[in-house]
């Protein structure tokens, strides 16, 4: 089976193109992997994902499924990722498996505990800690980057399993944006890629979200939180 996996969450896009032979094996054979500095204009990713299909040698009809990292992140990246990834499924008539952007981030982290923690901008981060095997421990969430080290012991003292763990390490670009606070964590400076995304979905459940799909954006955007009630002189929302 021929995936195709998107990454979007952060300025530099990053897709695959994986060929599991006839036994969708979670270690994939890559055919096409990169990342493109974008500006999240759909066409932009488009103009990619077409190259990507030329370089690996196939067509888009050749596709057995797509994958998307749905997220947390920029919410406009997310937007056109997911649209993108919709519109391919729909076209080619295959499944559409979504992933956490920030499992694919921890993916490509080393330690028995991983930390994968972006930029959500606004003075936060997003975070996530995970097990080496990929297992999410509690929940993901935006914090303060001066909370970051104080939310991981909680997260981590809230799951036995864990026992008393000392290998925890950091991944991702959070460290970049708040130095002062997160500088002296020793971050793995990274950004998830569409490959960690291909082999996240491959050993996930593999639920097809084309139709009901939406990214996860942790929180709320800032239409919301200033017009809980709807913007004023829109349309009503449809029920």
Same mark, same amino acid.
């Given at each position: 089976?021929?995936?195709?996996?998107?990454?979007?969450?952060?300025?530099?896009?990053?897709? $695959?193109?994986?060929?599991?032979?006839?036994?969708?094996?979670?270690?994939? =054979?890559?055919?096409?992997?990169?990342?493109?500095?974008?500006?999240?204009?759909?066409?932009?990713?488009?103009?990619?994902?077409?190259?990507?299909?030329?370089?690996?040698?196939?067509? %888009?009809?050749? *596709?057995?499924?797509?994958?998307?990292?749905?997220? !947390? +992140?920029?919410?406009?990246?997310?937007?056109?990722?997911?649209?993108?990834?919709?519109?391919?499924?729909?076209?080619?008539?295959? %499944?559409?498996?979504?992933?956490?952007?920030?499992?694919?981030?921890?993916?490509?982290?080393? +330690?028995?505990? =991983?930390?994968?923690? *972006?930029?959500?901008?606004?003075?936060?981060?997003?975070? +996530?800690?995970?097990?080496?095997?990929?297992?999410?421990?509690?929940?993901?969430?935006?914090?303060? !980057?001066?909370?970051?080290?104080?939310?991981?012991?909680?997260?981590?003292?809230?799951?036995?399993?864990?026992?008393?763990?000392?290998?925890?390490?950091?991944?991702?670009?959070?460290? #970049?944006?708040?130095?002062?606070?997160? +500088?002296?964590?020793?971050?793995?400076?990274?950004?998830?890629?569409?490959?960690?995304?291909?082999?996240? $979905?491959?050993?996930?459940?593999?639920?097809?979200?084309?139709?009901?799909?939406?990214?996860?954006?942790? #929180?709320?955007?800032? $239409?919301?939180?200033?017009? !809980?009630?709807?913007?004023?002189?829109?349309? %009503?929302?449809?029920?």
């Amino acid at each position: 089976m021929i995936l195709l996996a998107l990454e979007t969450s952060t300025k530099l896009a990053s897709l $695959a193109i994986v060929d599991t032979g006839s036994s969708d094996a979670s270690t994939p =054979r890559t055919l096409v992997a990169l990342d493109h500095e974008t500006d999240h204009r759909v066409n932009d990713l488009l103009v990619v994902i077409d190259r990507a299909c030329r370089d690996a040698g196939i067509a %888009p009809t050749d *596709l057995g499924a797509v994958a998307v990292g749905a997220g !947390p +992140g920029s919410f406009t990246g997310l937007r056109i990722g997911m649209a993108t990834a919709k519109g391919i499924a729909f076209a080619v008539g295959c %499944p559409l498996w979504a992933v956490s952007s920030l499992a694919a981030l921890a993916h490509a982290g080393a +330690g028995a505990i =991983r930390v994968a923690a *972006l930029d959500a901008r606004k003075g936060e981060v997003y975070a +996530g800690v995970y097990r080496a095997d990929g297992g999410l421990v509690g929940v993901e969430a935006a914090v303060h !980057p001066s909370e970051l080290v104080r939310w991981v012991t909680t997260t981590i003292e809230a799951a036995p399993e864990l026992g008393a763990a000392t290998d925890v390490r950091y991944v991702g670009d959070a460290a #970049r944006t708040f130095p002062d606070h997160l +500088g002296a964590l020793g971050f793995q400076d990274a950004t998830p890629s569409g490959l960690a995304v291909a082999r996240c $979905a491959l050993a996930g459940a593999r639920v097809d979200i084309v139709v009901d799909g939406k990214p996860a954006y942790l #929180r709320l955007a800032e $239409a919301e939180v200033m017009y !809980p009630d709807g913007v004023p002189g829109a349309l %009503p929302r449809r029920t």
